[in-house]
Structures are given as structure tokens and as C-alpha cells.
């Protein structure tokens, strides 16, 4: 799972950013010192809000996005989140809530993808954070570390070479954040089709005969569920048919992934 981070923006190299912390970037040393050497380094991150000094909310997105990674010294790393300053209107000096889940290397057209603290949830909060934006972190923390364990997958799953998968998962996991349910149903539906038609292909390295089947079964039953979800002229899928579809999706990569590694 991630760390969670809440820390008032800064103007740095003429641009608006926030510091990450060295907890971070000590930890995952070896990705952080190669920025710069061949290596383009972004962070995944679920962005929840931007508060004014006082701690009010005046920017809520509760979306993911891949952002740059700055290096302005040898131990300094900087979030850039000068877009949402350009684009929204952020002011420097306010505060930001967000998850950082993943760290995204890319070198030349090969790209991969580090989970960030996997099965722990750590949190940074600045010491000069308003009570309120405390207070209001605290209350929705459950379902803030439910994000971080299912976002977590993607990193995963780059981990056992199954990346065609990813983009499906991240598209399906950015539309239910925001609400769109049909639309997530549609891509979970992807993802199980996808570990259907790998296991199909491939097999799984050291799981028996038997099992095999039972998991390819299972694929294709949960594949033909989803799909009644909406995808067809007299189905259809709201919230409670998006969770299910995501926590099939969710729980089969988790599993397959445990036997390709």
C-alpha cells in the first residue's frame, strides 16, 4: 500500500511542487539516485484534495494520475504538480492530500512500475497541517487505505511481465474513483478476459492439473458475469455490480501474480 502525504506546495526551479519525503526516497534509493542517469522517474498518485491555509477544501479530485518526479539536489525529490497550479489555479503555499502509490520508472521504451511500502500504509502529515484537513484525513482513512491495496496491483503485475493487463486495470480503477461504474465495469470485464486468455495460453508454473482448470473456469464464469453487467441491450451495472467486478478483478491478479512470480 502507499504513504500518504499532506505538505504545502512550493515554488522550485520556477515551478509548483511538493516535497517528497526522505522517508521515500531513502527507502527506494537505488530508483531515486538513477533520475537523470538514462532514467525518468513518475509517481502514481491518487490525488484527493487541495485545501487553503485554514485547512478548507477548495479543490477535490479523488483521481489518479502519473506525475513527474523532480531531482533539485542529491538528496532533495520533488512531486511536480505545476499543472493543476497552471490549469486550476492552485495557489503556491496551499496544501495538498495525496497518495503516493507507485513509482514509475521509464527508461528509453521500457517502463515499470515499483509499488510503494506494499501491505503497510504510512502516513506524512506536515506538522503546521490545520486541525480540520486532520480531522477530515482521519475520518476517511479506511477508504483511503482500501485505494492504496488496490492500486498497489498494478505494480504487481508490471512485476510478473503482465503489463498488457495494466492498462486496463489503471482504466478501470480511474473511472470508479470518479464515479463512472458503468464505464469501470466495462474494463474489469477486460482484466479478467485478459487473465483468462493468459491462463488459457500459458498456463500456471507449478499449479496442478486440476486447480488449473478450476482457475480457468472460475476466469470464464466471472468473465460471463461481468459482461451481464451492462455490457449488453437489457443488463445493466451501478455501484454494487462495479464493486463486485472490481474486487473479481482485484483478488484474480492478486492471485495469479502470486503463482507467475
Given at each position: 500500500m502507499p504513504i500518504l502525504i499532506v505538505d504545502k506546495?512550493?515554488?522550485?526551479?520556477?515551478?509548483?511542487?511538493v516535497e517528497i519525503p526522505s522517508e521515500v526516497s531513502n527507502m527506494y534509493s537505488l530508483i531515486f539516485k538513477a533520475i537523470g542517469g538514462g532514467l525518468r522517474l513518475m509517481g502514481r498518485v491518487y490525488l484527493s484534495r487541495f485545501y487553503n491555509e485554514e485547512g478548507k477544501v477548495i479543490k477535490e479530485y479523488k483521481q489518479?494520475?502519473?506525475?513527474?518526479?523532480?531531482?533539485?539536489?542529491?538528496?532533495?525529490?520533488?512531486?511536480?504538480?505545476?499543472?493543476?497550479?497552471?490549469?486550476?489555479?492552485?495557489?503556491?503555499?496551499?496544501?495538498?492530500?495525496?497518495?503516493?502509490?507507485?513509482?514509475?520508472?521509464?527508461i528509453g521504451n521500457e517502463v515499470s512500475e515499483t509499488p510503494v511500502f506494499p501491505n503497510e500504509f504510512k502516513v506524512k502529515i506536515d506538522v503546521f497541517t490545520p486541525d480540520r484537513v486532520k480531522e477530515s484525513i482521519e475520518m476517511e482513512r479506511d477508504a483511503l487505505e482500501q485505494v492504496g491495496r488496490d492500486v498497489e496491483v498494478i505494480g504487481i503485475l508490471y512485476d510478473v511481465k503482465l503489463q498488457h493487463i495494466t492498462s486496463d486495470l489503471i482504466e478501470?480503477?480511474?473511472?470508479?474513483?470518479?464515479?463512472?461504474?458503468?464505464?469501470?465495469?466495462?474494463?474489469?470485464?477486460?482484466?479478467?478476459?485478459?487473465?483468462?486468455?493468459?491462463?488459457?495460453?500459458?498456463?500456471?508454473?507449478?499449479?496442478?492439473?486440476?486447480?488449473?482448470?478450476?482457475?480457468?473456469?472460475?476466469?470464464?464464469?466471472a468473465f460471463q458475469l461481468i459482461s451481464n453487467f451492462g455490457e449488453h441491450s437489457g443488463t445493466y451495472g451501478f455501484m454494487p455490480e462495479a464493486i463486485l467486478s472490481k474486487d473479481i478483478a482485484i483478488s484474480a491478479c492478486r492471485y495469479i501474480a502470486y503463482y507467475l512470480r
Open positions: 506546495l512550493k515554488e522550485v526551479d520556477s515551478k509548483c511542487m489518479l494520475f502519473v506525475l513527474p518526479i523532480k531531482k533539485t539536489s542529491y538528496t532533495t525529490y520533488y512531486l511536480d504538480l505545476t499543472r493543476f497550479h497552471l490549469q486550476d489555479g492552485v495557489p503556491v503555499g496551499y496544501i495538498v492530500e495525496f497518495l503516493l502509490l507507485g513509482l514509475v520508472s521509464i478501470a480503477l480511474t473511472r470508479f474513483y470518479i464515479a463512472d461504474y458503468e464505464g469501470s465495469i466495462k474494463f474489469f470485464r477486460k482484466v479478467v478476459e485478459g487473465l483468462r486468455n493468459h491462463v488459457q495460453d500459458e498456463g500456471i508454473k507449478g499449479m496442478n492439473k486440476k486447480r488449473l482448470e478450476l482457475v480457468r473456469t472460475y476466469l470464464s464464469k
